[in-house]
């Protein structure tokens, strides 16, 4: 029974509600989906502008109207805080002359592993490296499997961060179309593979930004079959499957049976940017990953690890995941509801997960061009060309639903809409 | 007076001792230097082999009898400590849910322009990005101004991360000769300058590992004017300036004109290894560097930054040094007066900061040959050829002095010596 409910919560028809039970869901209509979609354009070198970098930035907090002291910490985020204090507090002896282990405290690497076999992926924590958060951890898997000079297949629209790496790393990029309701697309994929050496390919098979797409198994196996066929590294994103409104989808690495997909994740999108500690497997190149992580970083916080490692050892990660699912959801529906709102056609993505929609306007408007014109109003946006290598997807953006639409936020929201239906 | 007082401490004649005032040092007779000196190759690809990884892993908290639970917090750690609790306690509003400004918090930023300003090099914040570690900045620095192949010149004996690091970077090394007084050798680099194309040079000006050597000002001018005709990067590793005995010498950045020198500095050696903060100034890289951080790290903790931020401001770091700096002039010379018992000929440096001596024996002896043994009787030691990229120094090692010689550490060093003269 509790199985059945938690498949249709996963379909989005029920809701699960703390303390009070399953609920059908009284979804508005489903908008229609966006269906702007990459072009296909040769590998070519990566590079990200400055005003993008700059935009990148702003539009990291996924919120429209930012005020870092606004607001209050939810409990899960109070009770990680005592947790790490507890940790600090308990420090002995000459401890703090000493580093930690190469791949991270022993502890944390346990609690991770309990996490990643809970969603179909038993591993065991010597394969698990914990980083300085993903980017870290994507990084460090760019670094081990490819040299410069060759060709990564991405995601479009995908993750500008990925394009800022490649970029430094001196790498080419291959940008493949993606959906946001199932992700990148497979016959492009192969297209791509067809034409072009590629070398790895960087995907977010679990609610990938820019619109929270879930990518089905089927792609999943394609994929990995892909991979094998063309000798490809397969680097998952998976930062944003514990953000999952339903049930926590299994990473793609739990179907990995050619050790070819190493995975990345973070606790950056589902409880705290603060941390900075994300993770990482690194399939058949788990070593080179061990050393260059030595090399860039050399060791982690002790005390942070154990503090976090104390928090999900005693229940305190998996009750905030369930608090924030719950705002999640909430907040993902009233950014819906009022997005329908607007003039013209807009399409926007539904997603099961994530921290933002990402929303199709009519063709005409240009979201890039209105980014100043809105932050005069003090509403930061993230445009759409910010999640392509090639400036494409103007008429499109991404809204986070990541806060609560207070009175500020929802204000917010209508200024966005006079600014890029003014022009 | 005190002035003179401060630069005879300096020279080691005289001692300042907390709240008692100045003594002349009653110190045992100079052993002799080491005389070691590296022999020039030509620059290869620099490789590190696991048999190192695995002692300089075990070698980093400088003890010979590694127990991160024994002895007691000191006073400045316990302070800090509570500091980084107090930021933490702290955190209000949504703030978790933000990242820190790329370049590090502005707070801690502004305390190290402050500590770097009394050591003659006043520096703006901006000019200053927080790291991951002075490891991390090692990397930023090297990935900024190599690239792949390229020739980078090292003190040897000198900081085996340095080799892990250019082995990961794919870069070239070659190894100029340094005296464990006087650090890396000018004739030698201009040699080395002069018969091969060198792109960067890495240096510790102040109490460079093994020996603790300080480069007097004359090299310093001269490694700046070989600099500037040969077109060098000069990445100065700075971490260990704070464990200074006496007044903290002035970075080599301070003397830098033409905005070459990238200055690379931590609290892990003079404060706590548990922080995971360091720092960099980038010089004509310093935007590159800045990019670089962004991929490879995203953001840094901000608690922790505010944290330390506060200790530094309310005085906790001086007075955690002043303590600090007492204790390691005694470690270090009772660690002396023990050396000069052992038996055949025994060459130690005798540095006026760090946290080690290098120790040269009868050239039969074998220290690498000798690591087993000692790890069976409970003694962690770092051979000689550790501080080589190609195997030198097999008579020599490191021994460090940042901890008290209580009696296990004391026994220690006579098992030591039993391993090292039974062969």
Request: proline share 6%; aromatic share 6%.
């Given at each position: 029974m509790q199985h059945a409910l938690r498949r249709l919560e996963a379909r989005g028809l029920v809701e699960a509600r703390p303390k009070a039970g399953y609920f059908l869901s009284l979804r508005p209509e489903s908008p229609t989906t966006p269906r702007s979609r990459a072009r296909i354009v040769a590998p070519r070198a990566a590079s990200v502008s400055d005003l993008l970098l700059d935009i990148m930035g702003r539009g990291a907090a996924f919120d429209l109207v930012p005020d870092p002291l606004a607001g209050s910490l939810p409990p899960g985020v109070l009770a990680l805080n005592r947790a790490v204090g507890r940790a600090l507090r308990r420090r002995r002896g000459g401890g703090y002359q000493y580093y930690d282990a190469p791949a991270g405290e022993p502890e944390l690497r346990e609690q991770l592993a309990l996490q990643h076999a809970r969603r179909g992926w038993p591993v065991e924590p010597e394969r698990l490296c914990v980083t300085s958060g993903c980017q870290h951890a994507l990084f460090l898997a760019l670094m081990a499997c490819c040299e410069r000079g060759d060709v990564v297949a991405v995601e479009s629209p995908g993750f500008y961060g990925v394009l800022q790496l490649l970029e430094q790393l001196r790498l080419q990029v291959v940008e493949v179309p993606a959906s946001p309701?199932?992700?990148?697309?497979m016959d492009a994929l192969e297209q791509v593979l067809d034409r072009w050496k590629v070398k790895a390919c960087v995907v977010s098979p679990a609610f990938a930004t820019p619109g929270g797409a879930l990518m089905p198994e089927a792609s999943r196996r394609r994929l990995l079959a892909l991979a094998e066929q063309h000798d490809l590294a397969v680097i998952e994103d998976?930062?944003?499957?514990?953000?999952?409104?339903g049930p926590v989808p299994d990473p793609l690495k739990a179907l990995d049976?050619?050790?070819?997909v190493i995975l990345c994740g973070s606790f950056s999108k589902c409880l705290s940017r603060d941390l900075r500690l994300g993770w990482v497997s690194g399939a058949r190149w788990h070593e080179r990953v061990l050393r260059l992580k030595l090399v860039t970083?050399?060791?982690?916080s002790r005390f942070l690890q154990q503090g976090v490692a104390d928090f999900m050892a005693d229940g305190g990660f998996a009750a905030h995941l369930r608090r924030q699912r719950h705002d999640l959801r909430v907040n993902r529906d009233q950014l819906i509801d009022r997005l329908r709102r607007w003039p013209g056609e807009v399409r926007v993505s539904r997603p099961e997960g994530g921290l933002a929609v990402w929303v199709e306007l009519d063709v005409g408007i240009d979201t890039l061009a209105a980014y100043d014109r809105a932050l005069e109003q003090g509403v930061v946006i993230t445009p759409g060309?910010?999640?392509s290598g090639s400036g494409q997807f103007r008429n499109c953006l991404r809204i986070g639903f990541a806060h609560r639409w207070h009175p500020d936020r929802l204000v917010a929201l209508e200024r966005l809409a006079d600014v890029l239906y003014a022009a």
């Amino acid at each position: 029974m509790q199985h059945a409910l938690r498949r249709l919560e996963a379909r989005g028809l029920v809701e699960a509600r703390p303390k009070a039970g399953y609920f059908l869901s009284l979804r508005p209509e489903s908008p229609t989906t966006p269906r702007s979609r990459a072009r296909i354009v040769a590998p070519r070198a990566a590079s990200v502008s400055d005003l993008l970098l700059d935009i990148m930035g702003r539009g990291a907090a996924f919120d429209l109207v930012p005020d870092p002291l606004a607001g209050s910490l939810p409990p899960g985020v109070l009770a990680l805080n005592r947790a790490v204090g507890r940790a600090l507090r308990r420090r002995r002896g000459g401890g703090y002359q000493y580093y930690d282990a190469p791949a991270g405290e022993p502890e944390l690497r346990e609690q991770l592993a309990l996490q990643h076999a809970r969603r179909g992926w038993p591993v065991e924590p010597e394969r698990l490296c914990v980083t300085s958060g993903c980017q870290h951890a994507l990084f460090l898997a760019l670094m081990a499997c490819c040299e410069r000079g060759d060709v990564v297949a991405v995601e479009s629209p995908g993750f500008y961060g990925v394009l800022q790496l490649l970029e430094q790393l001196r790498l080419q990029v291959v940008e493949v179309p993606a959906s946001p309701d199932t992700g990148m697309d497979m016959d492009a994929l192969e297209q791509v593979l067809d034409r072009w050496k590629v070398k790895a390919c960087v995907v977010s098979p679990a609610f990938a930004t820019p619109g929270g797409a879930l990518m089905p198994e089927a792609s999943r196996r394609r994929l990995l079959a892909l991979a094998e066929q063309h000798d490809l590294a397969v680097i998952e994103d998976d930062i944003y499957a514990e953000t999952a409104l339903g049930p926590v989808p299994d990473p793609l690495k739990a179907l990995d049976t050619q050790d070819r997909v190493i995975l990345c994740g973070s606790f950056s999108k589902c409880l705290s940017r603060d941390l900075r500690l994300g993770w990482v497997s690194g399939a058949r190149w788990h070593e080179r990953v061990l050393r260059l992580k030595l090399v860039t970083q050399l060791a982690g916080s002790r005390f942070l690890q154990q503090g976090v490692a104390d928090f999900m050892a005693d229940g305190g990660f998996a009750a905030h995941l369930r608090r924030q699912r719950h705002d999640l959801r909430v907040n993902r529906d009233q950014l819906i509801d009022r997005l329908r709102r607007w003039p013209g056609e807009v399409r926007v993505s539904r997603p099961e997960g994530g921290l933002a929609v990402w929303v199709e306007l009519d063709v005409g408007i240009d979201t890039l061009a209105a980014y100043d014109r809105a932050l005069e109003q003090g509403v930061v946006i993230t445009p759409g060309p910010l999640f392509s290598g090639s400036g494409q997807f103007r008429n499109c953006l991404r809204i986070g639903f990541a806060h609560r639409w207070h009175p500020d936020r929802l204000v917010a929201l209508e200024r966005l809409a006079d600014v890029l239906y003014a022009a």
